[in-house]
Structures are given as C-alpha cells and as structure tokens.
C-alpha cells in the first residue's frame, strides 16, 4: 500500500536559519501518526509545508499522492485542517458553518444539503441547527470544528494542537472521535502539546530544533529510552534543543 504522506530529506529554510531540515518520514493510511515538538522545534513550518500552503526549499514529498510542489491544489482538496482555534466562524449558525465549509471545499450544493443533515445528526445537535456557534459549549464547538474538517470526506486530515484549553474528559471525547475516523480510513496527522495524548497514536514523531530526533509507536520509544510515559522521552530529547520561539 502507498503511503498517504511521505517526505524524503523535505527542508525549509528561511535565509540563513533551517527550520525545517531534511525531514523524511511516510504515514500510511488510517494510521493516527502524531507530530511532537517543543515551541521552535519546527513543527508548524513542516505541517503548512505538507498542507501545501508553504514551499519547500528542498527535498521531496507527496501528500494522498500529489507533489507538494507543483500539485498544492490538488492537496487541498484531498486534506482537511482543524486549528487549536477551531476554524469556526462564530457569526454563524452550525448549519450555515458546515455549508460554508462544505462550498470551499468543491462540494455540490445537494452533496452539501446531505452531509449537513448528517452531520447534525450524526453530532445530535439537529436542535441547535439554527443556533450562533459563538453560543455553543466548547466541546461542541470542537466536535463540529472536527466535523467539519471531515465534511469533503478527505484522505487526511490534520489537527494542529486541537484539544487546546478544553477538559480532560472533553479531550479523551473528541479522541473517540479521531479513532472513528481513522477505522473509516482517515489518516490523522496530529500535533499536541499533551503527552497523555501521544500516548493514544499508533506512531509519534519527535522535532527537536528542525530535524526528527526520533519517530517509533509510544511503546517502543519508552522501551528505548527507558521510561514509563512518553512525557519523560519527550522531555529527554527537547531538553537538548539549543533553539526557542
């Protein structure tokens, strides 16, 4: 099988300073890959890299088999994204959020009209269908954040520290989440700055200073480090880092 992200030696450099450096992974399909790093580590240069919103300087990389390139449109349609800040807009109804959506993502107006109904059943929030998602409880405005990010149905999606600022139970909720997609074969490309999270992804990168310091499922970088949690290895290798935000 193909994988739906792979990168060989992708780097990116602004002038003199490399924040991103031949970075060379694959993802395969439904896989929930996470992507760790301290602040500066070159996390968020890689995923706009890989979402097609930011050109390499060099190196390789194909995303749901598309040069990163010369095919970033073609990348945009196949990928969906869901920010810390829930890529929302709060003037609107939950209805009207997931139209929009469903209109800038290339979808016909029936199409639309369909996933809308179940989506909203799907999240049972048919009641609140025509309520401002400024007047929503947080957790549901992360579920529909992350609905909405799956409405065109995309080989991948991916999550930019989307749990940020919400409960513990909220958080292992919206997980629930993810590993439904992923068994319906959404790859999941997700970066978090809770370790406990890590802990639930089949495979975890590590950044430290533009380059990957290690890339292994949790259970086999405990045994390599010799620590109980991932916390404690994450801890290990940023510790190391010589550069910050």
Same mark, same amino acid.
């Given at each position: 099988m193909r994988p739906v992200i792979k990168t060989d030696k992708l780097t990116k450099r602004f002038g003199a300073f490399v924040a991103a450096n031949e970075l060379t992974f694959e993802v395969e399909k439904g896989e929930i890959f996470g992507f760790l790093g301290a602040n500066g580590a070159g996390k968020t240069t890689a995923m706009r890299m890989l979402c097609g919103l930011l050109m390499p300087s060099s190196g390789k @990389?194909?995303?749901? *088999?598309?040069? +990163?390139?010369?095919? =970033?449109?073609?990348?945009?349609?196949r990928i969906g994204y869901m920010s810390q800040k829930f890529s929302l807009y709060d003037d609107l109804t939950v209805t009207e959020n997931i139209r929009f959506y469903g209109g800038i993502y290339g979808m016909e107006i029936k199409e639309i009209k369909a996933k809308t109904l179940e989506l909203l059943a799907e999240l049972q929030l048919e009641k609140e269908a025509?309520?401002?998602?400024?007047d929503l409880p947080l957790g549901w405005k992360q579920k529909l954040a992350f609905s909405v990010?799956?409405?065109?149905?995309?080989?991948?999606?991916?999550?930019d520290e989307p749990t940020g600022g919400v409960d513990p139970v909220t958080r292992r909720q919206f997980w629930d989440l993810i590993y439904? @997609?992923?068994?319906? *074969?959404?790859? +999941?490309?997700?970066? =978090?700055?809770?370790?406990?999270?890590?802990?639930?992804?089949n495979r975890v990168s590590i950044m430290?200073?533009?380059?990957?310091?290690?890339?292994?499922?949790?259970?086999?970088?405990?045994?390599?480090?010799?620590?109980?949690?991932?916390?404690?290895?994450?801890?290990?290798?940023?510790r190391k880092a010589k550069r910050s935000e």
């Open positions: @990389a194909t995303i749901a *088999g598309f040069d +990163v390139y010369t095919q =970033t449109d073609q990348i945009k349609r025509k309520t401002l998602v400024r990010s799956l409405v065109h149905s995309p080989d991948i999606v991916f999550l439904h @997609a992923a068994d319906k *074969g959404v790859t +999941v490309f997700v970066t =978090t700055h809770y370790m406990d999270e890590a802990e639930y992804c430290v200073d533009g380059v990957i310091a290690a890339l292994d499922s949790p259970a086999k970088l405990k045994k390599k480090y010799g620590y109980d949690n991932i916390e404690d290895v994450f801890y290990e290798l940023a």
